[in-house]
């Protein structure tokens, strides 16, 4: 695979990579946590993986301090965007701030900062399984 130039990424193409590597790490927090139904999986990962999780999320992450000034510089790059696809089942804002965090995730990971990643899924399974996240 060739290196891909995040610097240069617009945010919708960083909020693409991310979007992936986001769910992909949920998934595989959900099957560690032994659930096997797909019913199940579904049901929790929306818990996890949707516009609203991901502004509570933020929001959480903005309360608590934890994000660098590199990752706030990626999730504006995400979130002020043009996206030309509308939102599904939210409003604007929210999507707007979903794909902010998307495009952070996906700027950690093309930046080979999987550490990074790992320690803030860690705490966002954290918040999430406390209930900290509220996600509709």
């Not at 595989?28 to 949707?50: A, C, F, I, P």
């Not at 660098?68 to 939210?90: I, V, W």
């Not at 604007?92 to 803030?120: H, N």
Request: without cysteine; neutral net charge.
């Amino acid at each position: 695979m060739p290196d891909l130039n995040y610097e240069q990424m617009n945010g919708l193409s960083l909020a693409y990579i991310g979007d992936a590597i986001y769910e992909v790490a949920v998934r595989k927090h959900l099957l560690g946590l032994g659930l096997t139904k797909v019913n199940d999986l579904q049901r929790h990962s929306r818990r996890y993986v949707s516009a609203k999780a991901h502004a509570g999320i933020y929001q959480l992450m903005v309360d608590d301090q934890i994000l660098t000034d590199e990752e706030m510089h990626y999730f504006k790059r995400g979130r002020n965007a043009k996206s030309h696809t509308k939102a599904k089942n939210t409003d604007v804002v929210t999507y707007r701030i979903s794909t902010g965090v998307e495009a952070m995730f996906g700027y950690l990971y093309l930046s080979g900062q999987l550490d990074r990643i790992r320690t803030l899924m860690d705490w966002i399974y954290d918040q999430v399984e406390h209930e900290r996240v509220k996600h509709g």
